[in-house]
Antibody, heavy 119, light 107 residues
Framework: EVQLLESGGNLVQPGGSLRLSCVAS????????MSWIRQAPGMGLEWISA????????YYADSVKGRFTISRDNSKNTLYLQMNSLRAEDTAIYYC????????????WGQGSLVTVSS | DIVLTQSPATLSVSPGERATLSCRAS??????LVWYQQKPGQAPRLLIY???TRATGIPARFSGSGSGTEFTLTLSNLQSEDFAVYYC?????????FGLGTKVEIK
């Protein structure tokens, strides 16, 4: 059974940093691209970053480019999102998700990790 | 960026009835569109990919159609567990984008 378990969400002040982790199990992690998708409270979904199966290729939405860094450690079956220069508008639930066909859609999602940016 | 416009924002339907949800793209996405279902407090769940292919375990009462800029998700014989928010998402162009969702509520 595919499982994705995020952690690291917390309350952080504007301008601060946070690193999210997503531990994967139930599939061969290094075979699949992964993404981070977020959802502000009561709002819709926003894709923010993706990484290829090897980690060599990374992609970002304009809203986070230059502030967030996606990475993965295939030896630990773990996906990361380093978030710097956080803003109030980054407040959201952050989901990690697996792209099973390398097509740009996500068949498996974690339960989400809440990041709150507030003073 | 491609903008996906979902309508209506809210749809009130009685159990056992049919619901038709629309997703319109600001430019053609070919058939590179998926639908997700999201219930309160849960992560989204993949329903349909490539416009009309049901994901594993998704019942036949969920069906998708369309191409180019106009897409439809049809929920037939609505069950209690189907009341949720539905999102479309395109993967034809970077960045991948979502619609704002349609909430299907009990009438």
């Amino acid at each position: 059974e595919v499982q994705l378990l995020e952690s690291g969400g917390n309350l952080v002040q504007p301008g601060g940093s946070l690193r999210l982790s997503c531990v994967a199990s139930g599939f061969t992690f290094n075979n699949y691209p992964m993404s981070w998708i977020r959802q502000a409270p009561g709002m819709g979904l926003e894709w923010i970053s993706a990484i290829g199966d090897s980690g060599a290729s990374t992609y970002y939405a304009d809203s986070v480019k230059g502030r967030f860094t996606i990475s993965r450690d295939n030896s630990k079956n773990t996906l990361y999102l380093q978030m710097n220069s956080l803003r109030a508008e980054d407040t959201a639930i952050y989901y990690c998700a697996m792209d099973p066909r390398n097509r740009g859609w996500w068949g498996y999602w974690g339960q989400g990790s809440l990041v709150t940016v507030s003073s | 960026d491609i903008v996906l416009t979902q309508s209506p924002a809210t749809l009130s339907v009685s159990p056992g009835e049919r619901a038709t949800l629309s997703c319109r793209a600001s430019q053609s996405v070919s058939r590179n569109l998926v639908w997700y279902q999201q219930k309160p407090g849960q992560a989204p769940r993949l329903l349909i990919y490539d416009t009309s292919t049901r994901a594993t375990g998704i019942p036949a009462r969920f069906s998708g159609s369309g191409s180019g800029t106009e897409f439809t998700l049809t929920l037939s014989n609505l069950q209690s567990e189907d009341f949720a928010v539905y999102y479309c998402q395109q993967y034809n162009n970077w960045p991948w984008t979502f619609g704002l969702g349609t909430k299907v509520e009990i009438k």
